[in-house]
């Protein structure tokens, strides 16, 4: 078992809905930030959402703060993304990420991760 394996990822028209799960595991289940990142072809990795474990305090990217929820199940040991109102410019691969302590300064920093799930691909059609 990979310490955070996403799921969920598919194909679906602009305008749907569509819900992301990460399952943890290992060292991840102490980590006290969890968070949803994407890469489209040709661009950087960019920071999508986080939720701080032992609060539920979040953080969004501008650019998907209206439209998506993180949350995450601590009993469960998933993170979740539901992602509504999808546009084409959604189209990436998103990423599961984890670092073990909550600074404000770090939760969007790629580099700051020390865990990342394989990836799974979302595509909106137009």
């Known amino acids: 078992q990979a310490p955070l394996v996403e799921s969920g990822g598919g194909l679906v028209q602009a305008g749907d809905s569509l819900r992301l799960s990460c399952a943890r595991s290992?060292?991840?289940?102490?980590?006290?930030?969890l968070a949803w990142f994407r890469q489209a072809p040709g661009k950087e990795r960019e920071f999508v959402a986080a939720v701080r474990r032992s609060t539920g305090n979040t953080i969004y990217s501008d650019s998907v703060k209206d439209r998506f929820t993180i949350s995450r199940d601590n009993a469960r040991n998933t993170v979740d993304l539901q992602m509504n109102s999808l546009k084409s410019s959604d189209t990436a691969v998103y990423y599961c990420?984890?670092?073990?302590?909550?600074?404000?300064?770090?939760?969007?920093?790629?580099?700051?991760?020390?865990?990342w799930g394989q990836g799974t691909q979302v595509t909106v059609s137009s």
């Open positions: 290992g060292r991840t289940l102490n980590h006290d930030v």
């Open positions: 990420a984890a670092q073990p302590a909550w600074h404000r300064v770090s939760v969007r920093v790629v580099k700051a991760y020390d865990s």
